[in-house]
């Protein structure tokens, strides 16, 4: 267990782009902007936000960049012999990290809480009726 309490542990399909995330996530949710159902091949990406003081990562990245719905650059990073999508956010450049819970050891330990740009969801990729829904980024 990390010293902040919960420690998250995942990485890609092969094993080779790791990660540590110690402590709760600043946020966790669900994406359904098009960016997002598109570099993951499905409805959504399940998410959470960590600071990057709380994450360690281990073995090579491929980054994708493309303009976030703010403009800026928004760097997806996943394992340049597996391809599997593991984070978002520049190693050494961001102040926060996003991981995709996909990617996460125990999936159980991934509890949502938010819904984001909801307008663009096909109708297919169900909210859980739970979740706090965003029709784009929250403040």
């Given at each position: ?61 491929r980054?994708?960049v ?74």
């Amino acid at each position: 267990m990390g010293e902040l309490g919960k420690r998250y542990t995942g990485g890609c399909l092969c094993g080779a782009l790791r990660y540590e995330a110690d402590g709760e996530p600043l946020f966790a949710g669900h994406c359904y902007c098009s960016d997002c159902r598109r570099a993951s091949g499905s409805g959504f990406i399940p998410f959470m936000g960590f600071s990057s003081s709380a994450v360690r990562f281990s073995g090579e990245t491929r980054k994708f960049v493309s303009k976030s719905a703010r403009g800026s650059d928004a760097v997806r990073n996943s394992c340049p012999i597996c391809s599997s999508l593991v984070f978002g956010g520049e190693i050494g450049k961001t102040d926060s990290f996003t991981i995709y819970a996909g990617s996460l050891d125990d999936p159980s330990l991934f509890c949502p809480t938010i819904a984001i740009f909801a307008r663009g969801r096909p109708p297919w990729a169900m909210i859980p009726p739970d979740l706090a829904v965003f029709d784009g980024m929250p403040a």
